[in-house]
């Protein structure tokens, strides 16, 4: 049974409160018997909360939704979606709940996934099971690692529920951490309701959130879609440069704060190859590795449309000023892109003949297609005169030492390579392995690649595994959807 009681952790309720249109009131399904599997304490330390207590018989019970501190208010949030181009009008959380606002770090969002079925499930049992569950844990906190802008994971506890996939897995809920849960899917639901009150008041939340200095722009409204583009471009730009594939940016799953979210079927290149997908879904390839700039650039036109009631009464002068502002995603997008590339390539501030060199690495790397992450890393050490590693990782060795001489006579700096190309990330194949193993009920593999992935520009003793690419044995890799 839910239980309200005094608790340690004090939740506001402002979303609930401001936006009540987009809350539903809810509560979390009970777990039977609920274990305490991950608990990231560095992340209860940044916000205030006591991380012993959280591991309590109590404070699993709140992990879980099952103890709601007095006060807090639990609403799944209503949002629509483009989904794969196809607009869903309500989609809203099947499967999770918004627990409140934790007043630390500006304000964050603690959330629940997998906290059972709500009036938003659709066809679905609003579960979540452990592999799931851990992986976002796993591979959000590696992006937090290497400096990207993501929703972070609090815990992971097992519910004791047996939930039916395609064979019946442990269940779990994911305790998640955001500065916000809005998202482009959010302002297309505001803007759909017709309710242009509900749509202002929804901006304002999201300036004061987010982008204060918006408030006294001549155009709040405006200000907001520019503060959310180049957010966006620039996070974008981050994933590409450390080959990143989200898997399913449909515009319930593009965040206002410009935070990475929804750690579905995600997956990091091996290989590079920009026609790269991993989403069992993905046939088309929508959502491939190259394409996430224009796919970003798609949705990010369907938050202007949803701003245009309150951009300009005239809705021809709307379009022109929201088409303006969408304008700047490519040159946003490219520029951060182009620096992000040349700082991989140690090539920090303006060099004169870059530019080519830069261009040519891309070309040798689409003919080539070497591990993405071991090429930078190893570059680094071409810098300092050893360049045989990056050698063998390449397929037309005279093209490259060619290339070599002309990028080594810029004299790339090895130091700010080392700081900017990981050394590890969560390989796809150490992902299964430690998720089969947590699966099984032995977290040690998952202990231990979460270590990795937390330092990952560090190349540390006893960590070789982790610098590695995937056995030839691993094969195609597929990721899933909701699961
Ligand atoms: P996603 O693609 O994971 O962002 O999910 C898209 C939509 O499907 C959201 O509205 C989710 O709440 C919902 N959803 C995903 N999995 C489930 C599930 N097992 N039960 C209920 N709703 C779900
Ligand atoms: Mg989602």
Known sequence: MTTTAPSPVALTSRFATELPELALAWQAEEAPDPQLLALNRPLAGELGLDADW???????????????????????????????????????????????????????????????????????????????????????????????PTTRSLAVVATGRRVQRETALPGAVLARIASSHLRVGSFQYAAATGDVDLLDRLTRHAIARHYPEAAQAPNPALALYEAVVAAQA???????????????????????????????????????????????????????YGNQPVVLEWDLARLGEALLP????????????????????????????????????????????????????LGLLQRDHPDFTSFFRALADAADGDAAPARDLVLDRDGFDRWLARWQSLEPDSGLMRRTN??????????????????????????????????????????????????????????????
């Not at 939704?65 to 009008?89: E, L, R, T």
């Not at 000023?321 to 992000?340: D, H, M, N, P």
């Not at 937390?454 to 094969?475: K, N, Q």
Request: hydrophobic residues 40%.
């Open 234 to 288: 620039s996070l974008v730009a981050k994933w590409m440069l450390v080959g990143f594939v989200h898997g399913v940016m449909n515009t319930d799953n593009v965040t206002i704060s410009g935070e990475t979210i929804d750690y579905g079927p995600c997956a990091f290149l091996d290989a590079f190859d920009p026609a790269t997908t991993f989403s069992s879904i993905d046939q088309g390839g929508r959502y491939s």
């Open 310 to 361: 309150l951009v300009h009464d005239d809705q021809e002068e709307a379009v022109s000023q929201v088409t303006e502002a969408l304008g700047a995603f490519r040159r946003e997008y490219s520029a951060a892109w182009s620096v992000g590339l040349r700082a991989k390539l140690g090539l920090a501030g303006s060099r004169d003949g870059a530019e080519p060199v830069v261009e040519d690495l």
């Open 54 to 148: 959280l591991q309590s018989a109590e404070g699993v019970r709140f992990l879980v939704g099952n103890a709601v501190p007095d006060g807090a208010h639990p609403v799944a949030q209503c949002y629509a979606g483009h989904q794969f181009g196809g607009y869903a009008p309500r989609l809203g959380d099947g499967r999770a709940l918004l627990l409140g606002e934790i007043d630390a770090l500006g304000g964050r969002d603690l959330h629940l996934k997998g906290s059972g079925r709500t009036p938003f499930a659709r066809g679905g049992d609003g579960l979540a099971v452990v592999g799931p569950m851990l992986r976002e844990y796993v591979v959000s906190e590696a992006m937090h690692a290497l400096g990207i």
């Open 422 to 483: 990981p050394v590890v990330i969560p390989r796809n194949h150490l992902v299964e392995e430690a998720l089969s193993a947590a699966t099984a009920g032995d977290l040690d593999p998952f202990g231990r690649l979460l270590d990795a992935v937390s330092r990952p520009f560090e190349a540390r003793p006893g960590f070789g595994r982790y610098a590695e690419p995937a056995p030839e044995s691993f094969g195609a890799y597929t990721t899933y959807c909701g699961t």
